[in-house]
């Protein structure tokens, strides 16, 4: 049929492709821009409160062409705002990297430490968050023919075991969402997520360094999840695994197990 692609798409070259990541000042987002970057794209990193980091992480970049912004992911105007900026300064968005989110400790019994408002809070950066930002950029990369999006997610959404029920809730239905927005942005966007465990970057309030080194002594290869090991996944991701879509690859050193 006229309309099916012959396999063999081979690697993924970044030389001269556009990437927004969305929380790209800390943590995950930071590494896979440093990465990104080495890979020879340029670099939208997307900041909330983070102006300063972000600032000097674009300084010391490889290559050229990137740039920082403010990107609070639950303001689908702003969002929206970005992707034209994008659009307007660059042409073009090849990959989008939804590395925001936020979540706070709260014991899975302690069902009334878990308001309302918390609740809603977690669901709206989590969930909605990242499908806001795909829905601003689709537009962008369906004119490439070939993008991709990358989700953050983590381990919890199939373990139901992390910080709190309701960051576990959201990212079980970031899951879903990355294969309800494959199916329906092929061919021209792939849609994937990379799982991991607990990350040593201090993103949890409250679990400290050696909560972390417990669990990694947990699992079967006892090894500390590092940002730039989620990174690699990433642009693994983007780069190699182009046949892919839909799907959620896990960086857990077999916690899951």
């Known amino acids: 049929m006229d309309d ?22 800390s943590g995950i987002g ?13 670099v939208v990193v997307g900041f909330h409160r983070g102006r300063d980091r ?6 010391k970049l490889a290559g050229s062409g990137h740039s920082c912004v403010s990107l609070p992911i639950d303001d689908s105007a702003r969002l ?11 042409g073009r968005c090849d990959v989008l990297v939804n590395s925001a989110g936020w979540t706070q400790k709260v014991p899975h019994a302690d069902l009334g430490a878990l308001t309302d408002t918390l609740f809603d809070s ?26 991709i999006v990358v989700n953050v997610s983590s381990i ?3 373990t139901a075991s992390g910080s709190n029920i309701a960051y576990c809730a959201a990212k079980a239905a970031l899951d879903n969402l990355t294969q309800s927005l ?19 970057t201090g993103f949890v309030p409250g679990r400290d360094r050696q909560a972390v080194l417990d669990q990694a002594s947990a699992t079967p290869l006892r090894v500390v999840v590092d940002p730039d090991d989620v990174a690699v996944a990433i ?23």
């Open 80 to 90: 929206a705002e970005v992707a034209r900026l994008v659009e307007r300064d660059y």
């Open 54 to 59: 972000a600032e000097e992480l674009v300084e």
């Open 182 to 200: 494959a199916r329906v942005l092929a061919p021209e966007v792939r849609v994937v997520g990379v799982a991991p465990a607990a990350v040593d």
């Open 122 to 147: 977690l669901m709206r950066v989590n969930v909605r968050g990242p499908f806001a930002a795909v829905r601003a950029f689709a537009p962008l990369l369906r004119n490439t023919g070939d993008g």
């Open 156 to 158: 919890s959404g199939t």
């Open 235 to 257: 642009v693994g991701a983007v780069t190699y695994f182009r046949v892919s879509t839909g799907t959620t690859f896990v960086v857990d050193g077999g916690k899951h197990l």
């Open 4 to 25: 099916v692609r012959s396999g063999g798409l081979g690697v993924l070259p970044l030389h001269g492709k556009v990437a927004v990541v969305t929380g790209g000042s």
């Open 30 to 42: 930071a590494a896979t821009v440093r990465r990104l970057a080495e890979h020879g794209a340029s």
